[in-house]
């Protein structure tokens, strides 16, 4: 016998593991529960997957997720359009948006360059960001990017690109809320070190 | 805005978020993953997901997952017929096949008997059992169910109803292989103790 599950299980299972972070035995569990969930319950997950799928794909704008040509913050009226913040990945807008601290637009990338990985400026949406940057209402654009090899690189790259219209600034990067000097790396340490300002005494 | 995710993306995230195991972050993790993957990929997730809900049932000797009315294993003619090891879940048989080392038939309860969660053995697939075991051909009947109180009381209610047709065992429990005695717990020391054999001196 070459498997232990029967043929349709089998092929759920392998399905499964493909997804991230999903081994053997995690794939064996979540099918095993869900051929027992209601049919109903299984069609409803199949057509989720399907329609996002389908419908999501890039805003023409910002390039974030988007099931509309337009996302929902390019389209509000109620963003600030003075400010862009730059992003590797929608990822990174989903994370930002849950502070509810910023309330500018944002322009998602697509990646980091990455020579190694055969990444140039050319496979990322820079040209429409440095259009957009150069329309006379944006007075800032934000940087926040990892701050890794290729996350550097590409902060300095499109930074540079950008210095001619507008006022490029980056993220802070140092110890976190909560975190340790003691237990802070090197790297990290050094940067909040670099990054410190002068108390603003009220 | 009352999502941060797009329609469609909130949808399929809300639907991964209903799998055991699976929490918030994991569901976007794995949704956003999925919209960046080839359309043929999700059909074909969609398509195991439903195929396997609509195909897999219970096979109609054993009650084991399966997607024919009689399921591998009891239709295969090279499995031994002298012996049924009673389990109370498909996922049990499954572990037991990974062995190896069993090659019996089964016979898959569906559950044990809890009358806390309503559970009474009406609710289990027991009187198939007896009708299989009383067969002249059954030699043993074998108990492979945890050691936990629905358990022992369903073993012991099995066993009982087992004893004037044929020879009942049960699974050793005791230390597992790697064990520390030292970090073993007291019921499994007590278990260990009690299930003792004299050794088989060559």
Redesign the interface.
């Known amino acids: 016998?070459s498997s232990?599950?029967?043929?349709?299980?089998a092929?759920?299972i392998?399905?499964?593991q493909?997804?991230?972070?999903i081994g053997p035995k995690?794939a064996?569990?979540?099918?095993?529960?869900?051929?027992k969930?209601p049919?109903a319950?299984?069609?409803?997950?199949?057509?989720?997957?399907?329609?996002?799928?389908?419908?999501?794909g890039l805003c023409s704008v910002c390039f974030h997720?988007?099931?509309?040509p337009v996302?929902?913050i390019c389209a509000?009226p109620q963003r600030d359009n003075h400010t862009i913040c730059v992003v590797a990945d929608?990822?990174d807008?989903?994370a930002i948006?849950?502070t509810r601290e910023y309330h500018g637009k944002y322009h998602v990338l697509g990646g980091l360059i990455s020579p190694l990985e055969g990444i140039t400026p050319e496979h990322l949406h820079i040209q429409p960001l440095i259009q957009r940057a150069s329309q006379p209402q944006v007075e800032e654009v934000i940087l926040a990017i990892n701050p890794s090899i290729e996350g550097e690189t590409t902060t300095l790259y499109v930074g540079q690109l950008l210095r001619p219209f507008v006022k490029v600034t980056r993220i802070a990067f140092g110890l976190p809320v909560g975190g340790d000097l003691d237990y802070a790396d090197e790297m990290t340490l050094a940067r909040a070190l670099a990054g410190r300002r002068e108390i603003e005494w009220q």
Chains 1, 2 share one sequence.
């Not at 493909?18 to 972070?21: A, H, N, Q, S």
């Not at 064996?28 to 051929?35: G, K, S, T, V």
């Not at 997720?65 to 509309?68: G, K």
């Open positions: 016998m232990v599950y029967t043929r349709p299980l092929r759920l392998e399905q499964l493909r997804l991230p972070g995690t064996q569990r979540l099918a095993l529960h869900l051929i969930r049919e319950d299984i069609q409803a997950l199949a057509q989720a997957l399907l329609e996002a799928k389908q419908q999501v997720l988007s099931a509309e996302c929902e509000s929608s990822r807008v989903i948006e849950k």
